[in-house]
């Protein structure tokens, strides 16, 4: 399996880093994984929100070092 | 199941132009069909050329204006439409008034639009005013 594509999204804020995963996931194949660096703590909420309400899949969500880490697969 | 949003953007200030293209990004990028009217003080932005930086009304805004992380309204606006296919429709009145043709606003933007359109078009939708 590939590595996921990693977004850095760093030390943007809301709605930056979301939009930043979207324009990738637009881009992105059905399979594909996306992983999302984000300081900006609202990200830990609406980027889940957003993948469940447009039927993406969330691999995993975690903090390491002050930076959330955010594993998402496109579905469709 | 996906929502129809218009907004008004009247004010050319710049926490009101960052609330209105965060909800118009977002609405728009969730799947929600978002329309957006630019009319007096919030349209100069979208002229080409046009550089005056839009004014603060508080705090907040003098923090955003500070913090090279926050995205532009105009940015946000540009996600709307590339990224959730919103429209971003010009005042017809406040092009008249202001002198412009549709080729001096930015590509972004869809065709003039009156009032009594854009009220129609709103019909059943939840209207926010900015």
Redesign the interface.
Not at chain 1, 11 to 16: E, I, L, Q, R, Y
Not at chain 2, 67 to 71: A, E, I, L, S, T
């Given at each position: 399996m590939s590595e996921p594509r990693i977004i850095d999204a760093r030390?943007?804020?809301?709605?930056?880093p979301?939009?930043e995963l979207?324009?990738y996931m637009?881009r992105a194949s059905v399979g594909d994984e996306l992983e999302l660096l984000s300081t900006d703590k609202g990200s830990v909420n609406?980027v889940p929100e957003?993948i469940a309400?447009?039927g993406h899949e969330l691999i995993s969500s975690e903090q390491i070092d002050n930076v959330w880490h955010i594993k998402v697969r496109k579905a469709k | 199941m996906s929502r129809k949003i218009h907004i008004v953007c009247v004010s050319g200030t710049r926490e009101k132009l960052q609330m209105a293209a965060?909800i118009a990004?977002?609405a728009a990028?969730?799947?929600d069909e978002v329309s957006v009217f630019f009319s007096m003080n919030a349209l100069p932005y979208f002229v080409k050329g046009y550089a005056t930086a839009a004014p603060v009304e508080g705090s907040f805004g003098v923090l955003m204006q500070e913090?090279?992380?926050?995205?532009s309204f105009k940015q946000?606006f540009k996600?709307a439409a590339e990224?959730g296919d919103a429209r971003l429709l010009p005042c017809s009145m406040a092009i008249d008034l202001l002198k412009v043709s549709t080729e001096e606003l930015d590509p972004e933007l869809g065709p003039p639009t009156g009032l009594t359109r854009f009220l129609s078009d709103a019909e059943g939708a939840q209207m926010l005013t900015f």
């Open positions: 030390d943007t804020f809301c709605p930056g979301l939009m979207i324009s637009k609406d957003w309400k447009v | 965060m990004s977002v990028a969730s799947g913090d090279g992380g926050v995205p946000l996600y990224l």
